[in-house]
């Protein structure tokens, strides 16, 4: 069976983003996180959710 939740640091590793991109994405709330014991826990699916939805342009174009 595969991973269906990640701690930052994995989730980080799965996407090739940092931690720091993915703690301003879920304080902007552009990625849900849930909580387990007060650590954020990423699904699978809001991940993928989240890189689907990401720009397709940069904002500094």
Avoid: C, F
């Amino acid at each position: 069976m595969s991973k269906i939740a990640y701690s930052l640091e994995e989730a980080a590793e799965q996407v090739g983003y940092s931690v720091r991109t993915i703690r301003y994405a879920i304080k902007n709330g552009d990625l849900i996180a849930g909580y387990a014991n007060s650590k954020p826990v990423l699904s699978h699916k809001a991940l993928e959710e989240w890189i689907e939805n990401l720009p397709s342009e940069s904002p500094n174009s």
